[in-house]
């Protein structure tokens, strides 16, 4: 039986966060007992609609409007839900929460090992002050007690690791990381580019 006393740590959740958490404490030599609520994902077996053709995914990705209702009525909402996904996600029936019905939250959430870290869509951007100061200037919960400035070191010790494509812009409202050398624009994104940039002096 496992005993927590044989841990330095324990880490509840291995999604991107808790997978952190316990790389780093591994890492500096401690001892980490990670606890996970949802299934294993088989690699490759379980990517259910990896290299699937459309016309063979189940029900041509539409929608099982009285399921989902009934059953992932939360869940559903993501542009990322099918049947070839549902298996990563909670069943909102089965997982209910309490929320205020004035100011509805939507919690997305996963319920594999690995949580949204299997879900999530590779953008990989900071937060700016804007950001951090944007609750309190619309007057929603409390002020947050960091700021860019402390964070940023964050931001480059882990784009450092996970390697961040991007091009240095210098926008104040996407400050600059460690980039990587930037993915070539294709013709309809160069084009766009090009338009914003004639229509909307500064902007880029
Ligand atoms: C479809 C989709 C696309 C996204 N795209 C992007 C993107 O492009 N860029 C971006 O920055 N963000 C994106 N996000 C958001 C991003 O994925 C999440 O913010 C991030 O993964 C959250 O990490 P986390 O570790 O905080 O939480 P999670 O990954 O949700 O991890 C929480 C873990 O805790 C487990 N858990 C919960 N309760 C318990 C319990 N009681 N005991 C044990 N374990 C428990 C869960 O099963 C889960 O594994 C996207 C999210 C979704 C759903």
Known sequence: MTNT???DAIVVGSGISGGWAAKELTEKGLTVLMLERGSPVRHGADYKGEHMPPWKIPYAGKPLRELYAEEYPIQSKVYAFD????HFFNNDKKNPYVYDKEKPFEWKRADVLGGRSLLWGRQV?????????????????????????????WYSYVEEFVGVSGEKLGLPHLPDGEFQPPMAMN?????????????FLGAI
């Open 187 to 199: 013709i309809v994104e160069r084009k766009i580019k090009e338009s914003v940039e004639a229509h």
């Open 5 to 7: 006393a044989d841990f």
């Open 83 to 86: 049947e070839t996904t549902r």
């Open 125 to 153: 951007y900071r937060w700016s002050d804007l950001d951090f100061e944007a609750n309190k200037k619309d007057g929603h919960g409390i002020d947050w007690p960091i700021r860019y400035k402390d964070i940023a070191p």
